[in-house]
């Protein structure tokens, strides 16, 4: 498991996107919109991500951010500011909840957040939910 900076995960997530073809300047202090709204997308990327298991349990303060100093934060307020679950993670859920909010499909990157939480989650040796499961739809 690798974790990454608010910083790293904005700017892999938009390249990966094709948002902007080289890298950003700034995540946090940006002000490009879709920069922004990633960042903003973020803290609903880690309300996710802290529902369920690996996390639940070895996050369950709720706390999912540091600074650069090793202090606890609840949301993002600089670039170094150290995302505490997988990078990988973070930047598949980020590029889902993006695309969600645009409209776009993002079938195949929520796939691809959710197996990686199932993977983790079961190499802790944890329980294994689907996010995709909605509570009101007949299966």
């Known amino acids: 498991m690798r974790m990454l900076t ?3 995960v904005v700017n892999q997530a938009q390249l990966e996107l ?3 073809p080289r890298s950003i300047q700034t995540a946090v202090t940006s002000n490009d919109r879709d920069i922004v709204q990633m960042v903003a997308l973020l803290s609903a990327v880690a ?3 802290l529902m ?3 996390y639940k349990e070895t996050l369950g303060d709720g706390i999912w951010l540091q600074d650069a100093a090793g202090n606890p934060k ?3 307020t600089a670039d170094t500011d150290l995302v505490l679950f997988d990078g990988r993670v ?3 859920g980020l590029k889902y909840k993006f ?3 645009k409209g776009l499909e993002y079938g195949e990157v929520m796939r691809d957040f959710i197996v990686r939480m199932n993977r983790l989650a079961a190499r802790a040796n944890a329980r294994i939910i689907d996010l995709d499961t909605d509570q009101g ?3």
């Open 6 to 8: 608010v910083y790293d």
């Open 18 to 20: 094709s948002i902007a």
């Open 47 to 49: 309300d996710e991500v």
């Open 52 to 54: 369920d298991e690996p």
């Open 74 to 76: 609840s949301s993002p």
């Open 90 to 92: 973070a930047v598949d």
């Open 99 to 101: 695309l969600q909010q």
């Open 137 to 139: 739809r007949m299966i």
